[in-house]
């Protein structure tokens, strides 16, 4: 296809003038939807369209068309957390120019890359077990550097927003929301938007519960919840993204299948060895290079292990009192 197709006029209505990038699992589904609820921002529908990477080819008229909602909104965003990469920056500048005002979210390494294992272990895109090696974290990073260096080589500093999950998203009060409605330059609201749940797309296990021919009880801390017999849930949010849909029945049920053997910690070793390997160099390789302080990268070795998501709040019941944990 030519680049005249790829190209987006800057009069095309609903032609993003701001796009969030990635990484995938550090917080851009929560951007999101702080932007889709401020009434003077229009977003695509769906969020992730992922046009500058998997589907450039379609074209603009194909890229436009996902925005018909947002047309003649003062603000218009394309949120896809497959854009932290080299080609997709230098497909955003080509087509939507330099102008176009790009926030970006990062998140510490190990955490990074375990999330995103399980959220693509639920979508049968990764083989069984999580046993990450020095080089295959060197080289995920070395692509988050190239992205950030087209990305400061073509845009304007003003015209870039960095965020840091532990410090600015997945916080106790979380204060992105101001700076990201400032840097857009819209007036702030006298209330920002609720976020009833703070897990707004949970990457962990399991997403998929069964009953079986037997009511399933199942407790999460203080909360019961009850599955009636022959019953299938989906227990993450539904994906709103055009290439990782939620999965069907038939898909469901075979990752149901191998959930039993799936993998679900990281151990304190091979967290220690990655952090001194790659994740400290890299900290000090970033700040340097970008001047961006990535002291919260800097944390004791650790476990990781997620809690199973619950399932969905129709099947909670009523709160037994004076009893947690599971049986």
């Known amino acids: 296809m030519s680049a005249q197709a790829h190209a987006i006029p800057p009069d095309a209505p609903g032609r993003p003038d701001v796009i969030v990038l990635g990484q995938g699992k550090a917080g851009t589904s929560l951007i999101y ?3 889709e609820r401020h009434p003077e921002v229009g977003t695509s529908q ?39 990469r080299p080609e997709a920056i230098d497909r955003i500048a080509r087509d939507l120019g330099t102008g176009v005002r790009v926030v970006f979210s990062l998140r510490r390494p190990i955490e990074q890359a375990y999330s995103r294992y399980l959220q693509n272990l639920c979508a049968r895109q990764e083989p069984l077990g999580f046993s ?20 400061h080589a073509q845009f304007p500093p003003e015209n870039i927003l960095p965020l840091f999950f532990e410090k600015d998203i997945a916080t106790e009060t979380p204060g992105f929301e101001a700076r990201l409605i400032d840097f857009l330059g819209l007036p702030g609201p006298e209330r920002l938007p609720e976020i009833a749940d703070d ?11 069964f009953s079986g021919d037997q009511d399933l009880r199942i407790w999460s801390g203080a909360d019961k919840y009850i599955l009636p017999a022959d019953t299938l ?41 990655l952090r001194e390997r790659v994740v400290l160099p890299m900290a000090e390789r970033i700040g340097a290079r970008f001047g ?6 800097d944390v004791p070795p650790r476990r990781i ?23």
């Not at 969020?47 to 047309?71: C, I, M, S, V």
């Not at 709040?313 to 037994?320: H, I, K, L, S, T």
Request: with cysteine; charged share 20%; glycine share 4%.
């Open 33 to 35: 939807r702080v932007l």
């Open 305 to 327: 292990a997620y809690p199973a998501a619950p399932p969905p709040a129709q099947f909670r019941a009523a709160p037994v009192p004076n009893r947690a944990g599971s049986p």
């Open 46 to 84: 769906p969020k992730e369209l992922h046009y500058f990477t998997a589907n450039h080819d379609r074209g603009a008229a194909w890229y436009l068309q996902h925005f018909a909602e947002a047309r003649g909104k003062p603000v218009v965003v394309e949120v896809s957390p497959s854009y932290l």
């Open 233 to 273: 849930v989906f227990c993450g949010q539904p994906r709103n993204s055009l290439v990782e849909p939620a999965p069907g029945a038939a898909r469901v049920a075979e990752a149901m299948a191998v959930q039993s053997r799936w993998t679900t910690e990281i151990c304190r070793d091979t967290y220690a060895a």
């Open 132 to 151: 990450p090696k020095p080089g295959w974290l060197w080289r995920r990073l070395k692509i988050v550097i190239a992205a950030l260096d087209r990305l």
């Open 199 to 209: 897990r707004v797309n949970p990457g962990i296990l399991p997403r998929y519960l």
């Open 292 to 297: 961006y302080d990535l002291s919260h990268w």
